[in-house]
């Protein structure tokens, strides 16, 4: 992962406690995570000003990212010119959340977050029965992780496309860029009726704008793209991809609605699997990018909470159906659950 230099705090950093967190999935979180217990620490950071603010530092060096140790060393200088792009955000969140304690004020005053997808990691274990479970909760579109074994995905995805139909999903299929071109198209070629009822396949190969277009105009589909590198971005293309898979833990908010109008992509807003601390960043910024006119977003990810045993954060985390709701207390919330915590300092 690249270290950025480039962004730096207008109040600079005085001090940073860290409290280190386990989440413990519920199962798999994809064809590249375990099952095993993940690792992360929730950020108490006082600037120069003795605003205090917190926010969440969740790495996933499966997808390139330094791991929780390096990112707090990183951090240690106190200064975001030393930080990863995950620590950048993360400073960035606990001064949003900061000042907006100072004020006394909640930072989900007049915003309502936009509705989610559920999640499912397993399309081989997917039952009828959870489908209707998730049509009665509310859900319009499911979020599928896949890629471990392709061709039974897609038999399994086949054989519950009467249900599909019936109970009027949109499926949005992740192979966080697991296949091949050929195994891609014979996916697509396996999936028969069940390509109707396709939202969008985020990432299914390594970006190619070559193949990406190809694929999008042969099979009428849409093609999502996430994890945005510079070398990327570098060669982005118009009519290889339709949506932009926007994470705010890790990316810029200028940088992706710019690209979005550019390639006249609409955006899907989503946590990093994180901490709900982290989870509530991503939402705030959801709930204001869909007040923006010139950005069209989508039924976004952001209730990722439930993808993890329960534990007193999550707990305090609220939806209605699909949707996830501001917490209540100043800054981002969770103002209760934050004061029980124990801090070690940088």
């Given amino acids: 992962m690249t270290i950025t230099n480039t962004d730096q705090l207008e109040v600079p950093v005085r001090s940073i406690g860290f409290s280190s967190y386990e989440l413990s999935p519920r199962a ?29 530092c969740h790495p996933w060096p499966e997808l390139g990212d330094l791991p929780l140790s390096d990112q707090l060393e990183c951090l240690k200088s106190l200064t975001s010119s030393k930080a990863t792009s995950l620590g950048n955000r993360s400073l960035e969140f606990a ?53 471990i074994h392709p061709r039974q995905e897609a038999n399994a995805l086949l054989a519950l496309a009467p249900v599909f139909k019936e109970l009027s999903f949109k499926l949005r299929l992740d192979f966080n860029a697991g296949l091949s071109p050929i195994q891609f198209e014979e996916f697509l070629e396996n999936l028969g009726e069940v390509r109707e009822f396709i939202d969008y396949i985020e990432d299914p190969t390594v970006y190619d704008p070559r193949v990406w277009a ?39 908010a200028d940088t992706i609605f710019q690209l979005a109008e550019k390639f006249r992509a609409s955006i899907v807003v989503t946590s990093y699997l994180d901490h709900p601390v982290g989870q509530l960043c991503a939402a705030r910024v959801a709930a204001q990018a869909s007040i923006r006119p010139e950005i069209v977003v989508e039924t976004c990810g952001l209730l990722s909470h439930m993808a993890y045993e329960s534990h007193p954060f999550s707990e305090e985390m609220k939806t209605s159906g699909p949707f996830l709701l501001g917490p209540q207390g100043t800054g981002f919330g969770m103002d209760a659950a934050l004061s029980e915590l124990k801090w070690e300092q940088l």
């Fill in 28 to 56: 798999a979180l994809g064809r590249l995570s375990a099952d095993k217990p993940r690792q992360g620490a929730v950020l108490k950071v006082q600037f120069e000003d003795d605003i205090v603010g917190y926010a969440d």
């Fill in 95 to 147: 001064r949003m959340d900061g000042e907006a304690r100072a004020r006394g004020r909640s930072l989900w005053e007049g915003l309502q977050i936009p509705a989610s997808h559920a999640l499912l990691n397993n399309a081989q274990q997917l039952t009828a029965a959870d489908l209707e479970l998730k049509a009665q909760q509310g859900f319009k579109h499911l979020k599928i992780k896949m890629g």
């Fill in 214 to 252: 190809q694929a999008q105009r042969r099979w009428g589909i849409r093609l999502a793209l996430d994890r945005l590198s510079d070398e990327t971005i570098s060669i982005l293309a118009p009519h290889s991809f339709s949506v932009l898979v926007f994470k705010p833990a890790i990316q810029k």
